[in-house]
């Protein structure tokens, strides 16, 4: 999302995307194994909350600005695996987004 198109080339994106694919099909696994039924309801709201407070900007220094970043957040109160899953969600969510 901060990077321009055509930056990267095919085998970079390409990489990222298999070794991304992975991580996140065994952190959805080990999110199975270790979460529990009433910690889901938790992960929604963790997540509503980071995509809101990544939606406000604040400005740094000659014109650029920053957001927050949530996945601290929600793999302290998530755990690694949850929080990977969760972000993933979020970023997704904010892609499709105009």
Same mark, same amino acid.
């Given at each position: 999302?901060? =990077?321009?198109?055509? #930056? !990267?080339?095919?085998?970079?994106?390409?990489?990222?995307?298999?070794?991304? %694919?992975?991580?996140?099909?065994?952190?959805?696994?080990?999110?199975?194994?270790?979460?529990?039924?009433?910690? *889901?309801? !938790?992960?929604?709201? =963790?997540?509503? #909350? *980071?995509? /809101?407070?990544?939606?406000?900007? #604040?400005? *740094?220094?000659?014109?650029?600005?920053?957001?927050?970043?949530?996945?601290?957040?929600? /793999?302290?109160?998530? %755990?690694?695996?949850?929080?990977?899953?969760?972000?993933?969600? =979020? =970023? /997704? !969510?904010?892609?499709?987004?105009?």
């Amino acid at each position: 999302m901060h =990077i321009p198109d055509g #930056f !990267l080339d095919a085998k970079t994106w390409g990489a990222c995307w298999a070794l991304g %694919g992975a991580a996140l099909t065994y952190g959805v696994l080990k999110t199975k194994e270790t979460l529990q039924e009433h910690q *889901i309801p !938790l992960m929604g709201a =963790i997540a509503a #909350f *980071i995509f /809101a407070a990544q939606m406000v900007n #604040f400005p *740094i220094a000659r014109g650029t600005s920053g957001h927050l970043v949530g996945a601290v957040l929600a /793999a302290t109160v998530l %755990g690694p695996w949850a929080a990977c899953v969760t972000m993933t969600v =979020i =970023i /997704a !969510l904010q892609v499709c987004l105009p």
